[in-house]
């Protein structure tokens, strides 16, 4: 018997195997698969094969026929403060520090505790989780209650080591904010679906001792570090009055510049500066809807893409976007891009869906791990409908699902071969203990 033959005649038990219309695994890049299968096995993906070949060589516990559905890896949420969710709507059109000073800071000084956290955790990951969503990038205090929201719908969260200078109820100073957040880290380091991220908050809120020693722990920990950076003009004169220089220069300075640093927003960098983050590996958390609302300017986006440097997106809170919709990230990110170059080709589908998954991926130091459909990363996948009569035709399921389909269509959501969602319902939670969640906290926020 020859070698094919036998393998033909011993196929591999495999835990499932998936038949979409099409997959898009992002690695290689632009390509989409059609009259393909994906195989799961352990939790991880086993490889991709023309469904003939896939019927030989595997022998699945479950099949699931997705036809008219395009198969990608779950996206990546890059920068988000979950527990927010519960100030959805609360605190409206208002630029970045009234928003903060007037409504956000005050609100959370009266509620943010552990149990706001989980619940707002909770309500959060379960929208990401029904818009594809398989990661995200938190920052936010009490991140021990964040991760049992997290652990409740099996999401893939990195918990972010808030550092603040002020107090609040979660820590006195910066380095108890540290020492809180390493402690909760040691704790729950073993579990696999969860990871951890050094997350300063701002330049205006930190002092250059505190992102000294949190430069330190970066190489020593090798953390990524997670810091809102030019997200206003305001910041950048603020900085230049009281340091001498911009805020990206203050962290070159201080050592925070380099492949650990994710600088959020990035809406006002001038060319040096672009030129200095992609020749020292950083990447960028671009938040396009988030600084649309709070109108805070338009990333260059086209020009970080065209220096090479990585970027993927984030939606930010719930609290100034208003919703943790991925695609909805896609599609202003990839429009935005084309109407401030004003150059059409900037930002293409592929390009797009790239840096919502392998992007994020990559600046979390998680690329190996998930972000693309190659065979022996986690089996982190969302299925899309582009089937619905709403939507057609469809030429190029790429570029449908940048510019056409929305969170709405995705129908299957799985985390490390799991399935975390099914045909818009959370597979771990009940809609109504969620429901039950949001209306307890309206109360509590407007009493």
Known sequence: MNALAAQSANPVDVDLLIHPEWIIPIEPAGVTLSGHSLAVKDGLILGLLPN????????????????????????????????????????????????????????ESRHAGPDFVRDGTLLACAEMLRGGITAFNDMYFFPDAAAAAAKRVGIRAVLGIIAIEFPTSYAADADDYLSKGLA??????????????????????VADKTFRKISTLAAQLELPIHVHVHETRHEIEDSLKQHGVRPIERLRRLGLIGPQLIAVHGVHLDPGEIDLLAHEGCHLAHCPTSNLKLGSGISPLSAIQSHGMNFGFGTDGAASNNRLDMFQEMRHAALLAKGASQNPEALAAHATLAAATLGGARALGLDE??????????????AVRLDEWLIQPCFDPASHLVYVAGREQVSHTWVAGKLVMSNGVPAQIGISELLDVAGLWHTQLTS
């Open 369 to 382: 791990k998930i972000g693309s459909l190659l065979p022996g990363k986690a089996a982190d996948l969302c």
């Open 52 to 107: 003939e070949e896939a019927a030989r060589r595997w022998r699945p516990r479950q099949t699931l026929d997705l036809p008219g559905q395009v198969l990608l890896p779950g996206l990546i949420n890059l920068h988000t403060h979950a527990a927010m969710s519960l100030m959805r709507g609360y605190a409206d059109d208002l630029p970045l520090m009234r928003w903060l000073s007037e409504r956000i800071w005050p609100a």
């Open 184 to 205: 909760i880290r040691d704790a729950l380091g073993s579990d696999t679906l969860l990871s951890f991220c050094l997350a300063p908050h701002a330049p205006y809120t």
